[in-house]
């Protein structure tokens, strides 16, 4: 383990970028497996804590920091695999309302279960649940969140 200290921005850039691609090639591995993208997954879940009422693909592309386009093409495609439902908004004619699909919710929470399993057993065995803990943490503090 390093000490913050003695390392360069450019050596904790780095090895932040390779500590990403890693955990994201192993979630999108786990969730090929379930016909879902990690765009996908995460699309659906913001969908899915959204409620009844929905959520607008313009709020969702904001929240992501992504395209319209980008999270409509995702949307697209969870909508034409039954996990959410588009209408139009009741208010604002040029906007649509996304919403999660409730006969889904079994399946849903079958696959966060899945591949928090399977998460736990790959990659995060590598480090203890406090050093998990923190780390999650510290993530929201850098999103500001």
Do not use: C
Request: glycine share 4%.
């Amino acid at each position: 383990m390093q000490d913050i200290s003695q390392i360069t921005t450019y050596q904790a850039a780095m090895i932040q970028s390779i500590a990403h691609r890693q955990l994201g090639t192993m979630k999108n591995k786990i969730l090929k497996d379930k016909g879902l993208s990690m765009m996908q997954w995460v699309v659906l879940g913001y969908v899915h804590d959204s409620g009844e009422e929905g959520t607008r693909i313009s709020e969702i592309a904001e929240a992501l920091g992504t395209t319209l386009a980008f999270i409509t093409s995702n949307v697209n495609i969870l909508e034409s695999r039954n996990f959410v439902t588009k209408v139009k908004h009741e208010h604002d004619s040029r906007a649509r309302l996304v919403s999660f699909r409730p006969e889904q919710e079994q399946q849903f929470q079958k696959i966060e279960l899945e591949v928090r399993d399977e998460l736990r057993k790959t990659i995060y065995s590598k480090v203890s649940r406090e050093e998990l803990n923190n780390y999650v943490n510290t993530l929201y503090k850098f999103a500001d969140k």
